[in-house]
T-cell receptor, first 116, second 112 residues
């Protein structure tokens, strides 16, 4: 069974600095999808970024980018120029490619604090 | 543009009571699912549906029941609430495999 591991329960970053959140996963599949979701104190789940495993290029969305290392099964999230609004819980998630379902498997999350 | 609507936002139950968490989406998504979120455990899949009339169990289905009579609605029923079901519940939908999940705003349920 696939698993997703986020080894950093909490992290802190100074405003305007860069921070990297780690995520590793275990799968025997060659094609799959990876996601980062943000959950601010409002509890809302917000998609940050999506990566297709069969694409070599790392996904980026404005200040958010990923470092996707397929062989190492690593999918880290880099937040550049951190802002106070980036303070949230961040979840890494995996889903299989193909089939009829879209079951996402989530990591346990990393709580990010942004210091002014 | 409502997206995924969950009700209620908060609920307190006594042990043994039953209730239904409502979920509706207006994006015509075939895939819908329910997750529970517990501290230190991330989100875990309870039940999911790939279309009207089709449901299946996820990782933690015990104590919960679902049905999918329409594309839009996917209610989650707690049959006999237990303190172990105290959690935050999320309904989510997506347009297909590999597509991002669109989440409702969650229901915080406390069972005393």
């Amino acid at each position: 069974a696939q698993t997703v591991t986020q080894s950093q329960p909490e992290m802190s970053v100074q405003e305007a600095e860069t921070v990297t959140l780690s995520c590793t996963y275990d799968t025997s599949e060659s094609d799959y999808y990876l996601f980062w979701y943000k959950q601010p104190p409002s509890r809302q789940m917000i998609l940050v970024i999506r990566q297709e495993a069969y694409k070599q290029q790392n996904a980026t969305e404005n200040r958010f980018s990923v470092n996707f290392q397929k062989a190492a099964k690593s999918f880290s999230l880099k937040i550049s120029d951190s802002q106070l609004g980036d303070a949230a819980m961040y979840f890494c998630a995996y889903s299989r490619y193909g089939g009829a379902t879209n079951k996402l498997i989530f990591g346990t999350g990393t709580l990010l604090a942004v210091q002014p | 543009n409502a997206g995924v609507t969950q009700t209620p936002k908060f609920q307190v139950l006594k042990t043994g009571q039953s209730m239904t968490l409502q979920c509706a989406q207006d994006m015509n998504h075939e895939y819908m699912s329910w997750y529970r979120q517990d501290p230190g455990m991330g989100l875990r899949l309870i039940h999911y549906s790939v279309g009207a009339g089709i449901t299946d169990q996820g990782e933690v289905p015990n104590g919960y029941n679902v049905s999918r009579s329409t594309t839009e609605d996917f209610p989650l029923r707690l049959l006999s609430a237990a303190p172990s079901q105290t959690s935050v519940y999320f309904c989510a939908s997506s347009s297909g495999v590999g597509s991002p999940l669109h989440f409702g705003n969650g229901t915080r349920l406390t069972v005393t």
